[in-house]
């Protein structure tokens, strides 16, 4: 709920939460405090403070006021040219050249639920418990209004914020800089942590302290890319995954952005989010308004766990869309890592075939199908199936795929154009480059103008056609390069540094339309992976293909990365073959599936060139997945032990009763007497009496060597074909654990496993976790006890 009092205090409150914010005498917007709920009060002036009357050299900032500065004042918007010297979060040029802006209190105006923002994805509320509080401010010299927007949701424990200028002068204005979020907060002993990587590595989580002077991340690639997740938190030195205040702050938007922290000498820190202003203006004639994307913010005294699980909530409930949320996810094959381009209609059955007989439910056909396209050089644009490749055509193999059991999936990459292709020859014009300069190729590709309407109408029309008569069911998106040679001939000169914003804008209005009208389509959106993890994506899309790296261990990492913002509902996860493409390493396929089983679950290998062994795990593995996996995608998650820190990663998912829980163990070496393990849990009910119950798992007998005699009832040669011959056939059991015991004994005292294998021999007691193990353990109500 939303408080005001009577000398304009506003007093946001969620759940666990307060925003408290105040008209200042100068008619700026000051921040008083964010942190964890106080109670309401008819005024707030005892949380404000200023510094400015102990200043000697601060600019003062009106006569009226004293000698009250700007610059020692926590502000909700930063402005330039009144004193303030910090980083602005907004900045315009006047017609007659002057940068100055004055923006004062005009009035507010609140209101139960909240609107959509005009052309871009943003939160919606389901629950009549939201509220929205809009605050016009006016700089009265130049008539041109900023509205900055507030929306609470109270069972979430977030706050979203918008900005939008509305130019009511007779004059054209500029902007070149208009940040979604300033937020000002008083204190210097907090870290920063943002999710950083690159392709195939990305979301490594890092986290530095705040010091003196601006840190910021952005994007210039034109989308938000996987160097920089649009996410910043900021987190008290101490805070951990389980206690400690952290803030968290996400932006919902899909291209160049930036995060930026400031510590100033008087140790305020001030936070801003939102549109990159690098290689960005954008020009507003009179009655033109321009709507900043939405920040997601949310605060946690309990550490960064919670703050994860407030995003996930936000992202699962009121940004994916309705008809997505809390509906599983289809278990898939895609043929990417099995086949890449090299694949026929015959050697797609054949992998069907045998999906089906495995308990996939959906057959996702990726890159290749179309044009002339046999490597990624060709193609792009020329969005019609390639009949010598499956001659029966889309639809018919669509239809053979349902006969079989299995829903149909198509890979596109819409965005993009190949120089060597139809579309290109026909409209060299709708691809982004510089007339009279050589393009810069990524991936050998041109990158498709969004910013122009007719390029967006053409594709619109292009793919609803596709999609509707190959009735297709999912639909991979994928988008794999960065912007360069940057121009569109559709815009004047003034307009050409808003061409990266209207691509994504004309990125939105493309796929507003097409969900619209194909709301039943499941889509994942791709670029190179986690190029395009962002929360505008998942507007639209309800999940995203993670990474291009399937590696089973760098995986840990990145999925783990991924979730301190993304919910597991959201992240696609494969189980690829051994050794993996991306690092050659060999990795037992339990853990493929235990690490990827902890998302939406996928397989991405060859299945006919699997042995007896394998096929009858990877069933077991679906069965497993199948029957838990609305916890395994929707649960509540709890990360307890980090891959970035240490050899072992811990995590579980546990249902919104408490009535039960997976948890995952992930081992990356094997080490000699590792020492003895207690496996603490998190988010149980203490008063519950729990069963804990590993999944029984296979090994593959070839990890016992030389020592094969001393697991076996039969003697075999090490090494031999017989050994051989065995191994890809018999399912070696691992050691079986279980416990009871009250959820305060699972959290507190943690279960005591079993010691893991140290030269000391075999036996039913030991675990043999090994090089890349990992375990998964069931927990449940045990309902025996009484
Ligand atoms: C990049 C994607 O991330 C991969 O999964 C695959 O679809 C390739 N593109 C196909 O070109």
């Known amino acids: 709920m939303i408080q005001i009092t009577d000398n304009n205090a506003f007093h946001l409150q969620t759940n666990n939460t307060s925003y408290v914010i105040k008209v200042l005498e100068s008619g700026h917007i000051g921040q008083l405090y964010y942190g964890r709920r106080i109670h309401n009060r008819d005024t707030y002036d005892s949380l404000y403070s200023n510094f400015s009357r102990d200043l000697e050299v601060g600019t003062a900032y009106s006569k009226a006021t004293k000698g009250f500065t700007l610059e020692s004042t926590r502000l909700e918007v930063g402005e330039s040219g009144k004193g303030d010297y910090r980083e602005p979060s907004v900045r315009l040029v006047y017609e007659d050249g002057t940068r100055t802006t004055d923006f004062n209190y005009q009035d507010h105006h609140l209101y139960t639920g909240k609107e959509p923002l005009e052309g871009l994805p943003a939160t919606f509320c389901n629950e009549d418990s939201v509220q929205t509080l809009d605050i016009t401010l006016k700089d009265e010299v130049a008539d041109v209004e900023l509205v900055i927007s507030y929306s609470v949701f109270e069972e979430a424990d977030v706050i979203t914020r918008s900005a939008k200028i509305i130019n009511g002068s007779k004059q054209p204005i500029r902007i070149e800089k208009l940040m979604s979020m300033n937020f000002d ?132 409930h009121n940004l994916v869309q309705k008809q997505w949320q809390n509906k599983i996810r289809p278990v898939l094959i895609n043929n990417w890592e099995a086949t890449y381009f090299d694949f026929d209609e015959k050697k797609l059955m054949a992998l069907a075939k045998e999906a089906v007989k495995l308990g996939i439910e959906l057959f996702v056909l990726d890159d290749g199908w179309f044009g002339r396209r046999n490597d990624s050089t060709s193609s792009l644009g020329d969005w019609d199936v390639n009949l010598k490749k499956l001659p029966s055509g889309l639809k018919k193999f669509g239809k053979n795929l349902n006969k079989m059991g299995l829903d149909f999936g198509l890979w596109v990459e819409p965005e993009m154009v190949s120089i060597n292709s139809d579309l290109y020859r026909s409209h060299p014009e709708w691809a982004i480059q510089i007339p009279g300069r050589q393009p810069s190729l990524g991936r050998t590709q041109l990158v498709l103008d969004l910013s122009r309407e007719d390029v967006v109408d053409y594709l619109y029309n292009k793919l609803s ?29 003034k307009h050409q540094q808003e061409q990266s914003h209207r691509y994504v804008l004309g990125l939105y209005n493309l796929l507003e339309r097409l969900t619209n009208e194909f709301p039943q389509i499941l889509f994942e959106s791709c670029a190179s992976g986690g190029n395009r993890f962002d929360m505008g994506m998942l507007y639209y899309m309800p999940q995203t ?214 030269s000391n021999g075999y036996n039913e007691d030991v675990r043999h976790i090994g090089d890349f193990g990992s375990r998964v353990y069931y927990v449940e109500l045990d309902k025996s006890h009484t």
């Open 185 to 316: 907060i008083h204190g210097k002993n907090f870290d920063i942590m943002t999710l950083d990587g690159r392709w195939v590595k990305e979301c490594n989580i890092n986290r530095r302290p705040l010091s003196k002077g601006t840190f910021y991340i952005d994007s210039k690639r034109g989308v938000s890319s996987s160097e920089h997740n649009p996410f910043m938190a900021l987190l008290s030195n101490k805070a951990d995954e389980l206690t400690g205040d952290v803030y968290g702050f996400g932006l919902i938007y899909s291209g160049n952005h930036k995060a930026a922290v400031e510590l100033s000498s008087l140790n305020i820190a001030r936070i801003q989010m939102g549109i990159s202003d690098h290689d960005f203006t954008w020009d507003l004639e009179c009655s033109e308004s321009f709507q900043t994307p939405e920040v997601v913010m949310t605060f946690s005294h309990m550490g960064l766990g919670q703050m994860s699980r407030n995003f996930h909530k936000i992202i699962e």
């Open 465 to 493: 056609d596709l999609f509707r008569k190959s009735k297709v069911s999912y639909v991979k998106w994928d988008m794999n390069r960065n912007f360069s040679d940057l121009y569109s001939p559709r815009l004047d000169s």
């Open 545 to 758: 293909w993670t990474s291009d790296n399937t590696d089973a261990v760098e995986r840990m990492d990145i999925q783990y990365g991924t979730s301190i913002l993304y919910p597991l509902s959201t992240m696609g996860a494969h189980v690829s073959d051994s050794p993996s493409s991306q690092v050659l390493r060999q990795t037992p396929l339990e853990t493929r599936f235990n690490v990827a089983a902890f998302g939406l679950l996928g397989y991405e290998l060859d299945l006919t060139k699997l042995n007896a062994f394998e096929k009858k795990v990877i069933k077991k593995q679906i069965t497993y997945y199948k029957k838990h996996r609305q916890l395994l995608q929707f649960g509540h998650l709890y990360r307890i032990q980090s891959p970035f820190d240490d050899n072992i990663m811990q995590w579980m998912v546990v249902n919104e009763e408490k009535t039960e829980a997976l948890f995952g163990y992930y081992q990356k070496l094997q080490q000699t007497v590792s020492g003895l393990e207690q496996m603490r849990m998190v988010g149980l009910n203490a008063d519950s009496f729990y069963k804990v119950t590993a999944r029984e798992m296979s090994m593959n007998i070839r990890q016992f060597g030389n020592l094969i005699n001393e697991v076996l009832p039969v003697k075999i040669k090490a090494h031999s074909i017989p050994h051989t011959i065995l191994s890809n056939h018999y399912e070696f059991k691992t050691e079986s654990e279980e416990v009871s015991a009250y959820g305060s004994e699972l959290m507190y005292a943690g279960m005591a496993l079993k010691a893991q294998y140290s």
